[in-house]
Nanobody, 113 residues
């Protein structure tokens, strides 16, 4: 079965950075035609979109993370990344990757002093 596995989460101080990775496995290979997205879910809240990369490489971000988050990909290694800079306590959430129809299991990011 196709699997997406997130990694790179953890505890970071406000103003710090984390780089999340999402690895595709299970018989599928990353392709330029895939739509790649990151979402997050804050405690007690609905899941929200935080980054998108369309075929062709165009990227999109909501206002809450613009200028701080960046989505990228490495097709050769079946990976998607989310670089998160200038992190704030309100960025604390479980972060999920999504490639086309497939979701990862999530990785916890906690921003706290």
């Amino acid at each position: 079965q196709v699997r997406l596995v997130e990694s790179g989460g953890g505890l970071v101080q406000p103003g710090g950075s984390l780089r999340l990775a999402c690895t595709l496995s299970g018989g599928a290979s990353m392709a330029s035609s895939f739509v790649m997205r990151w979402f997050r879910q804050k405690p007690g809240k609905d899941r929200e979109w935080v980054a998108q990369m369309l075929p062709g490489g165009a990227t999109y971000y909501p206002d809450a993370v613009k200028g701080r988050f960046a989505i990228s990909r490495d097709n050769a290694n079946n990976k998607i990344f989310l670089q998160m800079n200038s992190l704030k306590p309100e960025d604390t959430a479980v972060y999920y990757c999504k490639v086309n129809h497939n979701w990862g299991q999530g990785t916890q990011v906690t921003v706290s002093s």
